[in-house]
Structure formats: structure tokens, C-alpha cells
């Protein structure tokens, strides 16, 4: 089935009118190798605007929140709506509420996510990773993006800037990697997130002593010497969410 896409809320019911509506906004990251690259690179899933204003533009996925619903499940529904998918991590990023962002009086609430490159596939019919996107919808790298419709440049900036504070003081990165993983692997999310290269030996020493991580028995088999696999401590929370410790729903305590 194709999705229509069409980008933060549609402003065209709102124009001609004084009041301030409410949007909800969802800044999503995942990594992908591609064919001959020797590490991957942090990507995002952009929708092309259908109608004005910016008509053809590529925008953040997003939609009205509706007068029922709650800001998180409006985030979720208005990313499955437009792209299909359902992040494992998803976190309120900030409001944006300049007055001159959109022909009418929007105010985008944003949120920021992330997907494995696996859950990306399962969940989109591996599209991602076949290049194959559906109508309207495209996955682009964070220093590719272009102009973006309405002020989602300075949104994607923003997300970046938080995902890149967080990684140095939470384990927010293994939000990105499978179950099990090669310090390898991790340490290559670390250098896609930071946007450079990081010295393997001292990023051993640091991961090692982090506390987060479980060594397990198994190994990583291939080309090269055998690597052991570690899994993620658990009772290590992938980032601090401060008092109100707001979770989606299907993470939060039932006691």
C-alpha cells in the first residue's frame, strides 16, 4: 500500500485562521552501511510535502495531534502513519513555536527517536534496505539533507546536537545496535554519531569499564580473528529521563 506523505501537519485548513494549532514532529535516526563503506552512517527517513505550503519540499514526518490523544501517541501514530515505523526509543526533543515558521500559527511539538537498522527492515518490508522506498518517503544521511520544508533544518540540527551531548553520558547509542554486539560494532555507532573516528584502544578501555555492557560466550566469526559478543546491562536505563521518567507506554512499570 503507499503512504501519503506529507510532512509536519498540513497547514492549509489553518491559514485564514487566528488560532494557534498544535503538530507533533518526529526526528528519527538509524544507521545503514552502504555497499563498499567501511563504517555506516547515521540516517534519517524525510516525506515529501503533497500540498502547500512547500509542496515538494521533504519535511520531518508529522501530523496534527489530535484533541484526544496524547503528545507521545500522537509522535507514534504520526510516524507509523507517513514512513510505517515504531521506534524502540522515543523522546520528547523540544517545542518550536516561532511565529513566522509556518504561513499559519503552528507549534510543532518534536520528538527524537531511534531504530536499529534491523527493526527498519522488519518493520517496512526491508525497503531501507533495498533502496526501494515507498512513494514519498526517502532515507537520507544527516550531512545530506538539503532544504528542508518549513524550520526542520534547525529541528534535525537540534536533534543532532542532544543525540551527540547524550551518547557521552548515557549508553543512548545501543539503541542503534542489535542484541548482542562486538565493541567493533559499538564503537562504530559512537564514531557515526560523534562524526568522527575514535581510537579502539582507549574506546575498549572506556566500554569495558562503563558498566553498561555484559560480556557473553559467544564470538563473532569471519574474515578476521574471532571477536566476543556483549550484550546490554538491563538494569542500565538507555538514558536518563529526568523525575517524570516519561516512557512509551510498553517500557513503563505495571506495578
Known amino acids: 500500500m503507499t503512504r ?52 515538494g519540499l521533504w519535511a520531518l514526518p508529522g501530523g496534527w ?20 515505523l515504531t521506534p524502540s526509543y522515543l523522546e520528547q526533543l523540544y517545542a518550536f513555536g516561532a511565529v513566522d515558521r ?36 526517502r532515507w537520507v544521511t544527516v550531512d545530506r539533507l538539503g532544504h528542508l ?21 548515557s549508553r543512548i547509542a545501543h539503541g542503534l545496535l542489535a542484541d548482542t554486539f562486538t565493541l567493533a560494532e559499538l564503537r562504530e555507532v559512537y564514531e557515526a554519531i ?10 575498549r578501555r572506556q566500554a569495558e569499564n562503563s558498566g553498561s555492557l555484559i560480556p ?10 574471532p571477536a566476543r559478543l556483549y550484550r546490554y546491562n538491563q538494569d542500565v536505563e538507555l538514558a536518563d529521563r529526568g523525575p517524570l521518567d516519561i516512557r512509551p507506554r510498553h517500557e513503563s512499570s505495571t506495578s
Open 65 to 84: 495531534l489530535d484533541i484526544s490523544e496524547g503528545l507521545e501517541d500522537a509522535a507514534s501514530r504520526t510516524l507509523a502513519e507517513t514512513t510505517g
Open 149 to 169: 520544508a518549513f524550520d526542520h533544518n534547525e529541528i534535525v540540527d537540534y536533534a543532532l546536537w542532544r543525540l551527540r551531548n547524550k551518547v557521552g553520558y
Open 216 to 225: 557473553t560466550d559467544d564470538f563473532r566469526t569471519g574474515s578476521h580473528r
Open 102 to 137: 509556518s504561513p499559519s500559527r503552528v507549534v510543532s511539538i518534536v520528538y527524537w527517536a531511534l531504530l536499529r537498522a534491523d527493526e527498519v527492515d522488519a518493520q517496512a518490508g526491508g525497503y531501507a534496505a533495498a533502496g526501494t522506498e515507498p512513494e514519498n518517503v
Open 194 to 203: 560523534l562524526g568522527r573516528r575514535l581510537d579502539p584502544a582507549n574506546f
Open 4 to 55: 501519503t506523505a506529507i510532512g509536519t501537519a498540513d497547514t492549509r485548513d489553518a491559514e485564514h485562521s487566528d488560532v494557534t494549532r498544535v503538530a507533533v514532529s518526529t526526528v528519527i535516526f538509524t544507521l545503514r552501511r552502504e555497499p563498499g563503506d567501511d563504517c555506516p552512517s547515521l540516517v534519517m527517513p524525510l516525506v515529501r510535502r503533497t500540498r502547500d505550503p512547500h509542496m
